[in-house]
């Protein structure tokens, strides 16, 4: 059973940082895109990031770029976020989702909020 | 970024009748291996999203056959033939032919 565990989320100042985390089983996580979408309150998805199977290829939303960082380690079958310079309209519901176009396997979130 | 309009934005059906919503997208979504990269997802209260549709047309696993996904190029639809009170929740487009981009969700609600 394909399984994604999010983690890492939490309450953060504005300009601060935070490290997702996704923790995969149930399928080969190293041959497969992975990606972010996030949820703000009330709100629809937002697709945030994506990542090739070796991590030599990522893509970001526009209005992340230069302050988020995807990345995985496959040994660990594990996928991350770092996030900086974190904006109040950063708060959401963060997912991770396997496929670099989301599909099928979607992991429960992690909430960050960004507030003083 | 490829914009996707769905309408309408919200719907209420009475069990047992059919539900419709159309999706459309500011460009084609034709990729160049040939697919058409447009996903119908539905997102329950209180649960994460959960595919309905792949490619268009394509029922993901386990997803019962009431619900059919048609279209090309920029207009595509999803159908629910006979609407069950399982369905309610938001439902929403998306494409991945380019970066991906989701509608902003039609919220169905049982009569």
């Known amino acids: 059973e394909v399984q994604l565990v999010e983690s890492g989320g939490g309450l953060v100042q504005p300009g601060g940082s935070l490290r997702l985390s996704c923790a995969a089983s149930g399928f080969t996580f190293s041959t497969y895109w992975m990606s972010w979408v996030r949820q703000a309150p009330g709100k629809g998805l937002e697709w945030v990031a994506n990542?090739?199977?070796?991590?030599?290829?990522?893509y970001y939303l526009d209005s992340v770029k230069g302050r988020f960082t995807i990345s995985r380690d496959n040994a660990k079958n594990s996928l991350f976020l770092q996030m900086s310079s974190l904006r109040a309209e950063d708060t959401a519901l963060y997912y991770c989702a396997r496929d670099g176009r989301p599909g099928g396997y979607w992991g429960q979130g992690t909430l960050v909020t960004v507030s003083s | 970024d490829i914009v996707m309009t769905q309408t309408p934005l919200s719907l209420s059906v009475t069990p047992g009748q059919p539900a419709s919503i159309s999706c459309k997208s500011s460009q084609s979504l034709l990729h160049s291996d040939g697919k058409t990269y447009l996903y119908w997802h539905l997102q329950k209260p209180g649960q994460s999203p959960q595919l309905l549709i792949y490619?268009?047309?394509s029922r993901f696993s386990g997803v019962p056959d009431r619900f059919s996904g048609s279209g090309s190029g920029t207009d595509f639809t999803l159908k629910i033939s006979r609407v069950e009170a399982e369905d309610v929740g938001v439902y929403y487009c998306?494409?991945?032919?380019?970066?991906?981009?989701f509608g902003l969700g039609t919220r169905l609600e049982i009569k």
């Open positions: 998306m494409q991945g032919t380019h970066f991906p981009t």
């Open positions: 490619e268009v047309s």
């Open positions: 990542i090739k199977q070796d991590g030599s290829d990522k």
